[in-house]
């Protein structure tokens, strides 16, 4: 688990955000499921923006 942790934590942190958004969904907790996929798809996708201008100046 520790070395899955270092090398993908995005793709870590974005399937446990999907697990609990879908449980809550499940729990019939809709609204709390919004939030948990909102959180989710800004917290996977924070990291990659900060590599976006680096990147672009070459």
Request: hydrophobic letters at 55%; a positive charge; glycine letters at 8%.
């Amino acid at each position: 688990m520790r070395r899955l942790l270092q090398r993908a934590p995005i793709a870590l942190l974005a399937a446990a955000g999907l697990a609990a958004g879908l449980a809550a969904r499940l729990l019939s907790a809709p609204a709390a499921a919004e939030q948990i996929f909102l959180f989710t798809l800004v917290a996977g996708g924070t990291p990659r923006t900060r590599l976006l201008p680096p990147m672009s100046r070459g």
